[in-house]
Nanobody
Framework: SQLVESGGGLVQPGGSLTLSCVAS????????IGWFRQAPGKEREALSC????????YYKDSVLGRFTVTRDNTRNTVYLQMNSLKPEDTAVYYC??????????????????WGQGTQVTVSS
């Protein structure tokens, strides 16, 4: 069982990217999916979380209004649409799965699965 992120790359400031998080070996239906990132020399930062059944979504202030998390359980995939990207968004982005739902402080959840990460670089 694993999660695999994709969709990272190099983008200019103000640009957009969509990251995908695909689960294999288990169904995402019952899992909350969190998105995190980690920049060099910095601690891991929580970004967003989408619950399993009710689809509730939470965003941290750093990405609120710019990032949108969605899920397609038929494709066993969760997406992170990132708009108005800034150089400070440069980091490795990770998705993680936790059995259950999200909370506003979802970063305290014990996530069962983590992806390997995908690099996002915002630079001109």
């Amino acid at each position: 069982s694993q999660l695999v992120e994709s969709g990272g790359g190099l983008v200019q400031p103000g640009g957009s990217l969509t990251l995908s998080c695909v689960a294999s070996g288990f169904a995402l239906d019952d899992y909350a999916i969190g998105w995190f990132r980690q920049a060099p020399g910095k601690e891991r930062e929580a970004l967003s979380c989408i619950s399993s059944r009710d689809g509730n979504r939470y965003y941290k202030d750093s990405v609120l209004g710019r990032f949108t998390v969605t899920r397609d359980n038929t494709r066993n995939t969760v997406y992170l649409q990132m708009n108005s990207l800034k150089p400070e968004d440069t980091a490795v982005y990770y998705c993680a799965a936790d059995l259950g739902i999200c909370y506003p402080d979802f970063e305290v959840l014990i996530f069962d699965y983590w992806g390997q990460g995908t690099q996002v670089t915002v630079s001109s």
